[in-house]
């Protein structure tokens, strides 16, 4: 025999490397999508829609679309595809509304000092975090001139804004304030005090009864009867309170989820060493039960912010609106594809963005306690 | 239903007490600068935005014409786009001054919910598309199909009736908008299209095939369109509906936003002179300025224009006059005389 048998001692044999089909792309692949029968059946078959859909949907969105145009027939002129002409040439009427165009940028500084102000409570390693908080804290009254204007700035009507702009503040504004009251009815809910625990029963049951359309019409034309004649009272804060106190309520709910599922241990425990009600819950109860609400409150959010278009059926004119507007444009006409796609992609980047956050902010916060 | 309807017209009379106790519109509009306008979200060529984002059509043209009327300034009007469902709360509680929005005139619109129908900007008529493919002439033959049909609006009754009184059955298919009925219909989720025959027009002219859809010849109700205002204020409603029969008479009279500065000089017609206010004072009358119409006519035009402009034969939008001609052509149209 030409070749050698090499034999080892027990245990001085070198490792090898793995088998070839297991490693690398191909065995992710052999792994992941061919693993067993039903696995290849799931493969072939989306596969095989992948290749029915794809080809058509990538010509329409990408290679056949075009890109500059001036009105929907200039459009079928220079492509079959998709005419993204019409995003184009109202880009900034959809994302700023009818905003006064000299003016605009007071919404860009305010998305730029807004980002500055959530940097601290979304990141914790934030440099001189506790100092950069109350800046956080006073944004809101900074955003509010910025926008409206005030102090100087020239004064900006509320109609006025709209678009994506409009959507971003209502959902803005709808978590932040939410989040805070949602967890104070929470915490009413279970408390001992049979009125406050009555009242926030009345306050979530109610709310959570009622549709959210039910109280934007109640917002835009019902509290105009019972209001004193005269009062006016901006529509876009009624719009603001109503989408708070609603998402308000169902956040209480998710964090009352996550009240009863802290152990009996935990509130004696701190009740043991002597903490106060406050206490107990700011240091103890309250850290513990957010953390496992946090898929919930996310959800809730998502689903606030996504909800914010329905402000179009009291008409306000949110991004929707002012696509159903350009819908109705003679040289427009008939793009409803476009339009839809292009909000959704503008909807699904801002609500991607939120889930993935909170999958960071649960890794962070895991304890070992995950499976 | 019947309690929405319960609710509405209370609160159209409280809405109606309201105002009676405070000053008169006009007095309101004065004080705060502008006309606030009720349009439609979006039918083409009677409200939509253009690209630099103002609302134009044949609908805001009416506020623009207001605004003019009474401040000589056609741009200070407000709009705000209101659905088949919110229009006439948003009326009502005051939220709008005024409604232009391809809104049928109809009894108990008028007398039941507590407004006032100035006059009429546009005579349409429920009418029905279908592909020519169907093989269908009439709609007399259109047993058991399925109809898209906008909810909240008169055409929907208008439906009910027709397939009721011809002993035909249909299946509704209920949509929002026009946009959404045009999506449906062309994925062939439903047979039949109906609505006013002027937004069928609209919408077949943009349609990639016009020619493989047709209208059918019946015409199955009455829908005269126009703007309308809050019952109680005889002086507001009073200023609206002059202001369209300006612009109508304008037409007759052949004045138009290019000639009216000569002819408000030039002309030996007295009928002309009055309405551009050389010769006696209509405006003084409504409260307004002398030259309220002359303004109008200036900035938004005559009826003919603003037809011209947004809807007619030379737009994407297509409609002839037709019965929308002066009654000199033919047509409908007929204001009473400026005396």
Redesign the interface.
């Known amino acids: 025999m030409a070749e050698t048998t090499q034999t080892y001692e027990p245990g001085t044999h070198p490792d090898l490397p793995p088998p070839l089909a297991t490693t690398g792309a191909l065995g992710w692949i052999k792994k992941n999508l061919f693993g067993s029968p039903s696995s290849i059946a799931l493969t072939v078959i989306s596969v095989y829609l992948l290749y029915l859909i794809l080809p058509n949907a990538l010509n329409w969105a990408l290679f056949d679309a075009v890109f500059n145009a001036g009105s929907?027939?200039e459009c079928?002129e220079l492509g079959s595809g998709a005419c993204w002409g019409l995003a184009n040439?109202?880009f900034s009427?959809f994302i700023y509304?009818?905003y006064p165009e000299h003016l605009r940028w007071r919404v860009n500084l305010t998305a730029v000092l807004f980002f500055l102000a959530i940097l601290p409570i979304l990141w914790d390693r934030t440099p001189y975090r506790q100092q950069w908080f109350i800046y956080s804290a006073l944004f809101p009254i900074i955003g509010y001139f910025l926008l409206v204007g005030g102090l100087g700035l020239e004064p900006v009507?509320t109609?006025k804004i709209g678009g994506f702009t409009l959507n971003v503040v209502i959902g803005v504004t709808g978590i932040v304030a939410s989040l805070p009251l949602g967890i104070l009815l929470a915490l009413g809910r279970r408390s001992q005090m049979p009125i406050v625990r009555t009242l926030c029963v009345m306050f979530i049951e109610f709310i959570r009864g009622v549709p959210l359309i039910t109280l934007l019409?109640v917002a835009?034309?019902?509290l105009?009867?019972f209001l004193p004649?005269?009062t006016t009272f901006d529509l876009i804060l009624r719009v603001l309170i109503m989408v708070t106190i609603f998402s308000a309520a169902y956040i209480a709910e998710v964090v009352r989820g996550g009240l009863q599922a802290i152990p009996k241990g935990q509130y004696e425990a701190a009740d043991a060493m002597g903490l106060r009600y406050w206490q107990s819950m700011r240091l103890i109860v309250l850290p513990q039960a957010l953390k496992i609400s946090i898929p919930g409150i996310v959800n809730t959010f998502v689903g606030l912010f996504k909800d914010t278009t329905l402000v179009?059926?009291?008409?306000l004119?949110d991004v929707l609106?002012?696509g159903?507007?350009?819908?109705?444009?003679?040289?427009w006409?008939?793009l409803?594809w476009e339009v839809y796609v292009f909000i959704a992609i503008l909807f699904f980047i801002c609500c991607f963005s939120m889930a993935r956050y909170s999958l960071y902010l649960e890794n962070k916060l895991h304890t070992g306690h995950k499976r | 239903m019947s309690k929405l309807k319960v609710l509405l017209a209370a609160?159209a009379l409280?809405?109606v007490g309201?105002?009676g106790?405070?000053a008169g519109t006009l007095d309101d509009i004065r004080a705060k600068g502008f006309v606030q306008c009720g349009v439609s979200?979006?039918?083409?060529?009677?409200?939509?935005?253009?690209?630099a984002?103002n609302?134009q059509?044949f609908d805001p043209a009416v506020c623009q014409g207001v605004a003019a009327a009474i401040f000589g300034d056609s741009s200070k009007v407000?709009y705000?786009?209101?659905?088949g469902?919110?229009r006439f709360?948003?009326l009502a509680?005051?939220?709008i001054d005024m409604l232009a929005r391809n809104t049928t005139w109809t009894f108990s619109r008028d007398v039941d919910l507590g407004f006032t129908f100035v006059g009429v900007n546009y005579y349409d008529g429920q009418g029905f598309m279908i592909p020519k493919a169907l093989g269908v002439t009439s709609a007399k033959e259109l047993d058991g199909a399925s109809v898209c049909i906008q909810t909240g609006t008169t055409t929907e009754l208008n439906l009910a009736d027709f397939f009721r009184t011809n002993n035909i059955s249909y299946e509704p298919v209920p949509i929002e908008?026009?946009?959404?009925a045009?999506?449906n219909y062309l994925a062939g989720r439903c047979d039949v299209y109906t609505t006013d025959a002027s937004g069928l027009a609209?919408?077949r002219?943009?349609?990639?095939d016009p020619a493989a859809h047709i209208v059918l010849p019946e015409i199955i109700s009455k829908e005269p369109l126009g703007p309308l205002v809050r019952q109680g204020d005889e002086q507001w409603s009073d200023i609206v509906r002059w202001t369209l029969n300006a612009m109508i008479n304008a037409e007759e009279y052949g004045v138009t936003s290019a000639n009216v500065d000569q002819m408000a000089t030039g002309s030996n017609n007295p009928e002309v002179k009055r309405l551009l206010g050389t010769e006696a004072d209509l405006g003084g009358m409504l409260g307004l300025e002398k030259n309220w119409a002359h303004n109008v006519i200036k900035q938004v035009g005559n009826y003919g224009e603003v037809y011209d402009r947004y809807i007619g034969a030379s737009?994407?939008?297509g409609l002839e006059r037709g019965i929308n001609a002066l009654y000199t052509d033919g047509g409908l149209i007929y204001a009473p005389p400026m005396r």
């Not at chain 1, 159903?324 to 040289?331: N, P, T, W």
């Not at chain 2, 705000?80 to 659905?83: D, E, G, Q, V």
């Not at chain 2, 908008?177 to 959404?180: I, M």
């Open positions: 929907r027939a079928r040439v109202r009427q509304g009818f009507e109609t019409f835009s034309t019902m105009n009867y004649p005269g179009v059926i009291i008409g004119v609106g002012v159903r507007a350009a819908l109705s444009d003679a040289k006409q008939g409803a | 609160g409280t809405a309201a105002t106790a405070s979200t979006g039918v083409p060529g009677f409200a939509f935005t253009d690209d984002g609302w059509g407000k705000t786009p209101t659905t469902k919110t709360t948003a509680s005051g939220e908008t026009n946009e959404e045009r999506t609209a919408t002219a943009a349609f990639d737009t994407p939008i």
